[in-house]
């Protein structure tokens, strides 16, 4: 039997969530990456999946706090806190475990970042802390074998990041990462929705919007959502009807720079890699590869075939599970 010694814990520290996957027990958790706290004595109130369901309802002394930002730390103690949470919550930890953690990260991140994420993890208990490559994790986790001298590509849209990358012989030939992802859409949509309507929105219907109704190809004029929220004018609560052509709108300018991005990293890519990439296109992982429409306008605007990964919301996760099955290679490529 395996020893507690040898439990390897995974974890994908996302800026929109948190996802654990535990050697032998697959995907133990996936919950959002917030916090809600009291501001006058500072007590945590609620973590997770709790938490969200706070957002936007909250009295003026309660905040909700999300404390990854564009894929790294913008509050170090919080997010100690909530690996923490989620650590005790699956009961991972023992008195005789120290876990191995891997946790993926931005291509562009700095060392500063990555020294920041690396001692948040070491400080919940782990005995050794691997940082991995987002894009590179996800194509393992999306079945690609990035082993071989041929070109795999893939785009991965979190909450806070976009990373592109081209990957030849379990490395990074050609990538990018842009702070555009589904946060930066919710708020494409509360803009939109506030500019023309002079409505108010909080992020949770904006999500919802996103999610369940925007479609950025060849949107309908037809098909209409009532959206609710406060007239800025009047300052009394208010609706209106929301059309998916409006969605594409707004969300437009962000996902051209994402394809900007993706050009300039097939621009960078040599011929021979280019040539396997129009033949087996790029796969799409992330949450944002669900958004409606967005295989269409890739496939328009790159002309290569898109696929989505079977599992997209958790291809991170199940990397590193992957990665991780391989301590001593991964120990060597640190």
């Known amino acids: 039997s395996r020893g507690l010694g040898d439990v390897y814990k995974r974890q994908d520290l996302g800026t929109a969530n948190v996802l654990i996957y535990i050697k032998g027990r697959g995907i133990v958790l996936n919950e959002p990456s917030i916090v809600v706290i009291d501001t006058e004595t500072n007590k945590v109130i609620a973590v997770g999946e709790e938490a969200r369901e706070m957002l936007g ?40 475990s120290r876990p191995r953690i891997l946790i993926c990260c931005p291509t562009n991140i700095t060392p ?56 030849s012989m379990n490395g990074i030939v050609s990538s990018a990462s842009v702070r555009i992802a589904g946060n930066v859409f919710d708020q494409d949509i509360i803009k939109y929705i506030r500019g023309k309507y002079k409505l108010l929105i909080g992020e949770k219907t904006a999500e919802d919007i996103k999610i369940n109704f925007a ?60 040539a396997d990439i129009v033949e087996k296109g790029l796969v799409l992982t992330g ?9 269409d306008l890739l496939e328009e605007e790159l002309t290569i ?22 301590i001593k290679g991964l120990e060597e490529d640190q």
């Open 287 to 295: 949450g944002g590869a669900k958004l409606t429409g967005l295989v």
């Open 57 to 96: 309802r909250t009295p003026e002394k309660v905040k909700a706090v999300k404390p990854m930002k564009d894929g790294v730390i913008a509050d170090f103690e919080l997010t100690e806190i909530m690996l923490n949470y989620f650590i005790n919550k699956i009961k991972a930890r023992s008195l005789f």
């Open 305 to 326: 075939p898109i696929l989505i990964a079977e599992t997209p919301l958790t291809c991170v996760a199940e990397g590193t599970g992957v990665l991780l099955e391989d």
């Open 215 to 274: 479609n950025v190809y060849k949107p309908s004029k037809k098909e209409k959502l009532v959206v609710k929220g406060r007239n800025l004018i009047t300052g009394l609560p208010d609706s209106i009807e929301l059309t998916q052509e409006e969605t594409k709108e707004a969300l437009d300018d962000d996902l051209n720079r994402i394809i900007k991005s993706t050009k300039n990293v097939l621009e960078q890519t040599p011929p021979e890699l280019s």
């Open 112 to 167: 500063v970042e990555k020294n920041a994420i690396k001692e948040a993890a070491e400080r919940t208990g782990a005995r050794k802390v691997f940082i991995e490559e987002e894009p590179k994790v996800a194509a393992i986790g999306a079945g690609m074998d990035i082993s071989k001298p041929s070109a795999n590509m893939v785009i991965d849209i979190g909450g806070g990041t976009t990373d592109i990358a081209i990957l």
